[in-house]
T-cell receptor
Framework: DGGITQSPKYLFRKEGQNVTLSCEQNLNHDAMYWYRQDPGQGLRLIYYSQIVNDFQKGDIAEGYSVSREKKESFPLTVTSAQKNPTAFYLC??????????FGDGTRLSIL | AQSVTQLDSQVPVFEEAPVELRCNYSSSVSVYLFWYVQYPNQGLQLLLKYLSGSTLVKGINGFEAEFNKSQTSFHLRKPSVHISDTAEYFCAVSLELNSGGSNYKLTFGKGTLLTVNP
């Protein structure tokens, strides 16, 4: 079955440490997205990528970085510059005019 | 830029009662509209979508929504809810392709927590 795989499901970060969240899709979608979800805040867009080797900042990109070297992969790095990284992170993908698909999320916590 | 407002952050109802979750959007051009459901610690699952055509859209799990362009609304309804419908519901909007804006960005509302009580 086609879908989006996010790993790990739970992740812990120490102060001053960078961590990378994985997102892989086998839906052959061009566009991929990263969202951050906090209670009562809905989904806020961090970064998105429309094609390989290209990506754009979303609404809350500070403290995050991404790469898009392959169509099926869009990893997100939460850097030490992100002062409040504890959240639920969702990866998505879509084609033109079609609904967005989502992975099952990664919950990041600070030790 | 488009925006989405979900007017109720929480909606408690009794089992077998009808429910309506409200969603209003703001955009200067034509849009596509979506409703998603999220169960705890999971991703979002598509309930239904409006791309074009009939303004009454039927989705999974007995949900439906009506697109009202004049009122810029896309309210979600179910005539009789079950305990298993307890979840958070998100309304989302993207610009229509060829509307002159970016079609890739999806803007979400802040969500409505539906709690179905026995």
């Amino acid at each position: 079955d086609g879908g989006i795989t996010q790993s790990p499901k739970y992740l812990f970060r120490k102060e001053g440490q960078n961590v990378t969240l994985s997102c892989e899709q086998n839906l052959n979608h061009d566009a991929m997205y990263w969202y951050r979800q906090d209670p009562g805040q809905g989904l806020r867009l961090i970064y998105y990528s429309q094609i390989v080797n290209d990506f754009q900042k979303g609404d809350i990109a500070e403290g995050y970085s991404v790469s898009r070297e392959k169509k099926e992969s869009f990893p997100l790095t939460v850097t030490s510059a992100q002062k409040n990284p504890t959240a639920f992170y969702l990866c998505g993908s879509r084609e033109y005019n079609q609904p967005q698909h989502f992975g099952d999320g990664t919950r990041l916590s600070i030790l | 830029a488009q925006s989405v407002t979900q007017l109720d952050s929480q909606v408690p109802v009794f089992e077998e009662a009808p429910v309506e979750l409200r969603c209003n959007y703001s955009s200067s051009v034509s849009v596509y509209l979506f409703w998603y459901v999220q169960y705890p610690n999971q991703g979002l699952q598509l309930l239904l979508k409006y791309l074009s055509g009939s303004t009454l859209v039927k989705g999974i799990n007995g949900f439906e929504a009506e697109f009202n362009k004049s009122q810029t609304s896309f309210h979600l309804r179910k005539p009789s809810v079950h305990i298993s419908d307890t979840a958070e519901y998100f309304c989302a909007v993207s610009l229509e392709l060829n509307s002159g804006g970016s079609n890739y960005k999806l803007t979400f509302g802040k969500g409505t927590l539906l709690t179905v009580n026995p």
